[in-house]
């Protein structure tokens, strides 16, 4: 292919990447400041496990051939079945964070996380083309997502990121006292719950596209990155989204290019771009100061 027919290959998934990374740059942000770095790709393993379950269901149920209005049975099972699960797992994440609780919170996330994987490659492994599945499950197939795809992430990033802009106060200062919950609200415990369920949400779409590799790479490497070089989070969250826009085009232009897949690409792009930063961040930091 020449460069034009590999962009104009490239532009869907190109700008799904960007709704994407205009969400996870700002979700990463809480994570690091909550210092729950494996939460994204546990709740990304909960919901991919959700969809696992759903695919056993269909096999079962011989859902794909049952029609509700637009839609098989098998996508609103698969759906219904992520959403339940990163609901169940936003109410334990919530709880789960308290002094009576002497076991850090990240080591259970660990264990939920070796669960979900767990359970889907044993329910995988027991159906029917388990290997394309698991491979779905973590790489995804961003490279052939569709138009309607597009639309569908448009419109719930709209909803979801609209209920943070509206209440990002709360949000932000919950984060920010996160490790020091003394002056907390007596109500912390809802928003906490709601930020987690938002996030699940976000999380549920995400990996149905680009798989739980890539959303853990989108949320935890951008923020990283901004994290180097600012403080204000309006700052880091357009870091992140023009890092990851980078990494994402050159990922992509390569998969098409040299045809391999194209999440690993990216994920290694996003890593190069941080060493590229931290590299940056330290020689800035040898530089002596300018004469007053």
């Known amino acids: 292919m020449n460069i034009i027919a590999d962009l104009e290959f490239i532009i869907i998934p190109l700008i799904t990447s960007m709704l994407l990374l205009s969400v996870t740059s700002y979700f ?12 994204d790709i546990a709740l990304a393993q909960i919901a991919a ?30 759906y219904l079945s992520s959403l339940i699960f990163c609901l169940g797992a936003a109410v334990i994440f919530t709880f789960l964070k308290n002094p009576k609780i002497r076991i850090p919170i990240e080591a259970f996330i660990g264990i939920a996380y070796a669960f979900a994987t767990t359970a889907a490659v044993i329910i995988l492994d027991k159906g029917t083309g388990g290997d394309v599945h698991l491979n779905e499950m973590l790489t995804g197939a961003l490279l052939w997502t569709t138009w309607p795809q ?50 699940g949400i976000v999380i549920i779409e995400a990996v149905r596209i ?31 989204l023009a890092s990851g826009v980078v990494a994402t085009l050159a990922g992509l232009y390569l998969s098409v290019d ?13 890593g ?21």
């Open 258 to 270: 040299l045809d391999v897949t194209a999440s690993p690409l990216i994920i290694i792009f996003l």
């Open 49 to 78: 496990l959700g969809g696992v379950v759903s695919v056993y269901l269909e096999h079962t149920l011989h859902a794909h051939e049952i029609m509700i209005g637009n839609y098989s049975l098998s996508h609103l099972l698969g």
């Open 150 to 199: 597009v639309l569908r992430l448009a419109a719930i990033l709209l909803v979801i990121g609209g209920f943070h802009l509206i209440f990002r106060n709360k949000f932000i200062r919950l984060s920010e006292i996160y490790l020091d919950r003394s002056n907390a609200p007596k109500d912390y415990r809802l928003w906490d719950f709601l930020f987690y369920f938002t996030f």
């Open 272 to 292: 190069v771009i941080l060493l590229l930063g931290l590299a940056l961040r330290r020689v800035a930091a040898k530089e002596p100061s300018p004469p007053r």
């Open 28 to 39: 990463g942000i809480h994570v690091l400041k909550r210092e729950i770095i494996f939460i």
């Open 210 to 240: 680009a798989g739980v590799l890539t959303v853990f790479a989108f949320l935890i490497l951008p923020a990283s990155l901004s994290a180097l070089f600012a403080t204000r989070w309006d700052r880091r969250i357009l870091i992140g």
